[in-house]
């Protein structure tokens, strides 16, 4: 149901986005792809991160502190995504962040200790 939701959403963008698009010449058409395709692939992206930090919460009842710290870290990295999804996939559009996966995957790291400067060293 959560991926679901994140699909949508990304549908949901890309249309916004595109409409205008779709009446234009060739070369605008292409420009939508590419946006879209990127929109795609960062939606997918903070759909693994999310997916990761929920694996990691369901350790909450671990008989090991560390591991229930970072369930706990895991909760709060996936409320993250969870909640900034769009935002998030907006400023990347507009730095126009290359669609690889360590620039993607390192991007919504600092954005996740940007926002939560606590969870940096919050299991040490």
Known sequence: MQKASGMILAIIIMVFF????VYAESDKLEQCEKIINQMLYYNEHIDHKIKAAELDAEQKYSDYEDIRCLARHGEV??????DNRSRLIKEMLQQ???PEDHKVHLYL???FHK???E???MCK
């Open 96 to 98: 126009d962040l290359k």
């Open 18 to 21: 595109c409409v205008p698009f």
């Open 109 to 111: 790291i600092q954005a």
């Open 77 to 82: 990295e996936a409320a993250f995504y969870w």
């Open 115 to 117: 926002a939560h400067p």
């Open 119 to 121: 969870a940096q060293d």
